[in-house]
């Protein structure tokens, strides 16, 4: 691993409270590797055994599966330093669940979650400063999931579409804001069809409850409280 490597990784939340050195040595004992991915690439394969737990290094991932009738739902969308696969890995689930796939060209690390999971012989501070680190990082992706599924609980589109943009808001600290996702991904994400979305946005611009432009939304301040 070159010096630029090496110093992308210690940025990382995962590696937090690791020289350059500790991480080369922990890099070459788990046997990580760095692959690179196109959009819409497909990165982790449903029903693949899991051996490996990925590191997002460049560009965005997301977590897919599609139903009996096509439909697409995207569960989790995976940004630049965001772990994924470590949940299942670490769970002992024999095959990934679901589709992971590259919204856009994509570097990422993996790493051999056997490896990572044993300390080794030599009782290396650093691997225990890793589990540390990787145990807080399982716990912020828990929170995440638990707010999808509180916005999937929602009745209604409308209802669905406000819990989501409220928990941006809250999420980056501001009534305005743009999000990651397109319409279609939002949709997905949101698991309704895109042009009952787009209704359903319409008329929130019209109640005044929102601004929407492409990627940037706003929403009124009494609003920021709810969600």
Do not use: W
């Not at 299942?88 to 990572?116: C, H, Q, T, W």
């Not at 912020?140 to 941006?168: C, G, H, P, W, Y």
Request: with cysteine.
């Amino acid at each position: 691993m070159n010096e630029k490597e090496s110093e992308e990784l210690q940025k990382l939340s995962l590696f937090y409270g690791m020289t350059e050195e500790e991480i080369d040595k922990l890099i070459e004992c788990s046997h990580s590797m760095i692959r690179e991915y196109k959009a819409k690439e497909l990165v982790m394969e449903k029903g693949r055994k899991i051996t490996h737990f990925g590191v997002v290094l460049e560009g965005r991932l997301q977590m897919v599966q599609d139903d009996y009738s096509g439909n697409r739902d995207v569960f989790l969308t995976i940004e630049p330093a965001q772990l994924f696969g470590e949940v299942f890995a670490f769970a002992g689930m024999a095959e990934l669940p679901a589709d992971i796939e590259a919204i856009e060209k994509s570097r990422v690390l993996f790493l051999d979650y056997n490896r990572i999971r044993n300390v080794c012989r030599h009782s290396c501070t650093f691997h225990s400063n890793l589990l540390s680190n990787l145990l807080k990082i399982v716990a912020q992706n828990n929170l995440a999931l638990n707010d999808k599924i509180e916005i999937m609980s929602k009745r209604t589109t409308k209802e669905k579409i406000m819990a989501f943009l409220v928990k941006e808001a809250k999420r980056q600290g501001a009534a305005s804001f743009e999000i990651e996702m397109d319409r279609q991904t939002m949709a997905d994400y949101l698991g309704v069809e895109r042009s009952a979305m787009s209704a359903e946005i319409g008329k929130l611009r019209k109640e005044g409850r929102i601004q929407a432009e492409k990627r940037r939304f706003t929403i009124s301040d009494q609003l920021e409280t709810e969600g």
